[in-house]
């Protein structure tokens, strides 16, 4: 990547945003390296350093894409939520933008007998099957129905265990970080100054919490992941 572009970058994630963290009391220490200053009691992140570490988490992202690789994109916090969905709806890939389910990485299996169960009973309503029933039971059903789709619609997709996540704020999504870590599955997160550096594979030190922000950086990713799409389908 050229000087050009290098600084197209860094103007594009300073007008987003990106380079706002939180309050000095709130860093975890690990952050104190990317700490550029303070404006306003607010520490300021040095985007040549987040630059560096999108440029190396948007390079293993076009690789998941050249290798047609699942990544299951995780943002609860209500300023991610409607971007991750539609990031995730453009490459097809599993999300979640809820409360994460224990067990949605470390008891995977159950979790799929969840996602089936769904799927069957909506094809069964969509079919016209549901008519065999009273209509107190197509009321449960309904019931039923519609608190699956609550907590497993985004995870239609997700057949087996993902090959990466892609996750908002860390600190947030500790859960979903832990069962990871637990798994062996990389990865990618977005982290403000308030998680700790270290609990992913490819961070991204930057403004976890502002929705110009998080969508700047969510359409990185998935333009690095269609890059690698690109490229394979050239090979």
């Known amino acids: 990547m050229n000087n050009e572009s290098q600084t197209t970058i860094i103007d594009a994630m300073f007008k987003a945003g990106a380079h706002f963290g939180f309050g000095r009391s709130r860093r975890h220490p690990s952050m104190s390296p990317f700490i550029f200053g303070m404006k306003n009691r607010v520490e300021i992140f040095d985007l040549e350093k987040t630059k560096d570490l999108l440029i190396r988490a948007k390079e293993i992202v076009r690789g998941f894409g050249k290798n047609g690789s699942q990544i299951l994109f995780v943002g609860g916090k209500s300023e ?51 008519v065999k029933y009273t209509k107190r039971e197509r009321m449960i059903i309904d ?38 870590k637990k798994e062996r599955i990389p990865l990618i997160t977005l982290a403000s100054s308030d998680c700790q550096f270290g609990d992913a594979n490819y961070p ?14 969510i359409k990185e990713i998935v333009a690095a992941y269609e890059q690698g799409q690109t490229e394979k389908l050239k090979t």
Request: hydrophobic letters at 40%.
């Open 80 to 130: 991610a939520r409607q971007a991750i969905r539609d990031a995730a709806d453009k490459l097809r890939m599993p999300y979640v933008t809820g409360r994460w389910l224990g067990g949605t990485l470390t008891n995977f299996k159950e979790i799929r007998r969840r996602i089936d169960r769904l799927q069957d009973l909506l094809a069964e309503r969509q079919s016209g099957g549901l």
């Open 143 to 180: 019931r039923e129905i519609a608190h699956l789709e609550r907590f497993f619609s985004g995870l239609s997709l997700m057949k087996e265990k993902p090959n990466a996540l892609f996750v908002i704020d860390p600190r947030h999504e500790h859960t979903a970080v832990s069962e990871a």
């Open 204 to 217: 991204i030190v930057g403004n976890d919490s502002s929705r110009q922000s998080i969508e700047f950086f």
